[in-house]
């Protein structure tokens, strides 16, 4: 399901660290998937925000703001300069936004992983889903750095095949990391021995890696970096992804 909407515009998009879809499309509208029940309050909401400080600034109206997604629309306000939400202003906004999320709270080279500390609890991860939710529902803004298994297990759950894992493990590595690895999976018998105990040790294998226990080895070590490291942020994203998110993707559209 997101494979099929990242796929189809990664290829005009592959310079870029998001995706834009036209914000004006119906399909984008929140409020158009849910059932007839749900009152509609097109009530807008206002967030003031200062250029350089995006990040903090959302995350604190995020985390007091009594926002439902699927009743109310952001509209941002910039110290030095006006916009409406449907404006570049927001769009700005949620780039900044990303941006600071990618450097303070997510790891790797290519593809980027959620990263837990201590000042992140439940509440502050649910207020960047929320930031998600909005960017993409106002604006069709999907960061694509957060790497796509971590958004398909956020949205439907879905388990990971064991090639996806790695490929996505791979792209999230540093050059030279990356490369021993791939040369350790590919040609076993070449690497270096020091090299290869220093790296795989510096993502915390606990067996020495051998020619017969590789493959199996490096599967493991992907799945503790692609899966379990993040299962917190996936705990604390998938009710709101799953609920707000998935019926706006392609596949969930009616």
Same mark, same amino acid.
């Given at each position: 399901?997101?494979?099929?909407?990242?796929?189809?515009?990664?290829?005009? =998009?592959?310079?870029?660290?998001?995706?834009?879809?036209? @914000?004006?499309?119906?399909?984008?509208?929140?409020?158009?998937?849910?059932?007839?029940?749900?009152?509609?309050?097109?009530?807008?909401?206002?967030?003031?925000?200062?250029?350089?400080?995006?990040?903090?600034?959302?995350?604190?109206?995020?985390?007091?703001?009594?926002?439902?997604?699927?009743?109310?629309?952001?509209?941002?306000?910039?110290?030095?300069?006006?916009?409406?939400?449907?404006?570049?202003?927001?769009?700005?906004?949620?780039?900044?936004?990303?941006?600071?999320?990618?450097?303070? =709270?997510?790891?790797?080279?290519?593809?980027?992983?959620?990263?837990?500390?201590?000042?992140?609890?439940?509440?502050?991860?649910?207020?960047?889903?929320?930031?998600?939710?909005?960017?993409?529902?106002?604006?069709?803004?999907?960061?694509?750095?957060?790497?796509?298994?971590?958004?398909?297990?956020?949205?439907?759950?879905?388990?990971?095949?064991?090639?996806?894992?790695?490929?996505?493990?791979?792209?999230?590595? @540093?050059?030279?990391?990356?490369?021993?690895?791939?040369?350790?999976?590919?040609?076993?018998?070449?690497?270096?021995?020091?090299?290869?105990?220093?790296?795989?040790?510096?993502?915390?294998?606990?067996?020495?890696?051998?020619?017969?226990?590789?493959?199996?080895?490096?599967?493991?070590?992907?799945?503790?970096?692609?899966?379990?490291?993040?299962?917190?942020?996936?705990?604390?994203?998938? @009710?709101?992804?799953?609920?707000?998110?998935? @019926?706006?993707?392609?596949?969930?559209?009616?």
């Amino acid at each position: 399901m997101l494979s099929v909407l990242l796929d189809s515009m990664l290829d005009q =998009h592959s310079s870029d660290n998001e995706i834009l879809f036209h @914000p004006g499309d119906n399909h984008f509208n929140m409020t158009s998937e849910l059932d007839d029940t749900v009152p509609l309050n097109e009530s807008v909401k206002k967030v003031i925000v200062k250029r350089g400080h995006v990040f903090d600034d959302m995350m604190n109206y995020f985390l007091d703001a009594n926002f439902d997604p699927r009743l109310n629309q952001l509209q941002v306000e910039l110290v030095s300069e006006r916009g409406e939400d449907a404006g570049s202003v927001f769009r700005d906004v949620v780039s900044e936004f990303w941006e600071t999320f990618y450097i303070k =709270h997510t790891v790797g080279s290519d593809i980027k992983i959620p990263t837990t500390v201590h000042i992140m609890r439940r509440e502050h991860w649910e207020a960047v889903a929320k930031v998600l939710i909005c960017g993409y529902e106002q604006e069709g803004y999907l960061p694509i750095q957060l790497f796509e298994v971590f958004l398909q297990r956020c949205i439907d759950g879905k388990d990971v095949q064991d090639e996806q894992l790695l490929n996505t493990f791979l792209s999230s590595l @540093p050059t030279m990391d990356r490369e021993i690895f791939e040369m350790a999976l590919n040609d076993f018998d070449s690497m270096d021995e020091e090299d290869l105990y220093d790296v795989f040790s510096s993502y915390e294998a606990r067996i020495m890696p051998t020619k017969d226990n590789i493959r199996n080895l490096v599967r493991d070590i992907s799945h503790h970096q692609i899966v379990q490291k993040p299962s917190f942020v996936t705990e604390c994203w998938s @009710p709101l992804l799953h609920c707000y998110l998935r @019926p706006l993707l392609p596949k969930h559209r009616t």
